[in-house]
């Protein structure tokens, strides 16, 4: 089977800053993942690359073994870190908005996931608490049969019974022959959902590796060595 995603020595600047710098790494099916990196690391940048939304400036990007394109963004299930609904939708209006844009969309999924979390079709999106959005935008992204999600900030600004419950949604709802990349600087709130990790830093890679070989080598939480890899930074 092909790997999910690949980023050969990919780079992106924005004018003089750069972004990203010299990126390789892949993603294996079946797996979650976590993307960690402060705030401006290049995270968000990544991901839009990732989800075909921008080019990279150098470097190649393969998703299912093929360029970026058509196919590959239909394969691709992108979560932002600002909302896919407008204000004035209800719930019900922003799931058939994703089914009408999706061929993949799968409806008794997302029937299955607003029960899940607490969510009614007749909610109006401008009345929902940030942790019920945040919860009708993972159900947005779920709710497709793709082969990568790619999650931005989904826990951000939620509060920690909020948290767990997106957290539990995620383990519960996606697909489990694709993956899932979830960005976040909320480390110790969300590792425990992770097969592995990938650390960025000013746009460079600092390390991917799986969590179970980093307790089992190093004795310390995922958490506790993002702090130190940061600190020798």
């Not at 931005?152 to 939620?158: A, H, K, S, T």
């Amino acid at each position: 089977m092909a790997r999910l995603l690949e980023f050969e020595s990919v780079s992106k600047a924005y004018g003089k800053k750069i972004a990203l710098q010299q990126i390789t790494m892949a993603i294996e099916p079946g797996r979650i993942v976590g993307l960690l990196g402060s705030n401006g690391s290049g995270k968000s940048t990544l991901m839009r690359l990732a989800a075909g939304l921008e080019h990279p400036d150098a470097g190649k990007i393969r998703i299912l073994g093929h360029l970026p394109g058509q196919a590959s963004k239909a394969a691709v299930s992108f979560m932002p870190d600002r909302p896919q609904f407008e204000k004035w939708m209800t719930v019900g209006e922003a799931l058939d908005f994703q089914r009408d844009f999706f061929n993949d969309f799968d409806a008794t999924k997302s029937e299955r996931m607003l029960d899940f979390m607490k969510l009614s079709r007749r909610d109006k999106a401008s009345a929902l608490s940030k942790g019920m959005q945040e919860r009708l935008q993972l159900t947005l992204a779920l709710s497709r049969r793709a082969s990568l999600y790619l999650l931005d900030e989904p826990i951000g600004g939620v509060d920690p019974v909020a948290r767990d419950h997106i957290l539990d949604a995620l383990v519960e709802f996606y697909e489990e022959d694709s993956s899932v990349v979830v960005s976040t600087h909320l480390i110790a709130d969300i590792e425990r959902i992770f097969d592995e990790v990938i650390m960025i830093r000013e746009g460079s890679l600092l390390l991917q590796r799986e969590v179970e070989q980093i307790r089992m080598e190093s004795g310390k939480s995922v958490d506790q060595l993002f702090k130190e890899v940061y600190a020798e930074c």
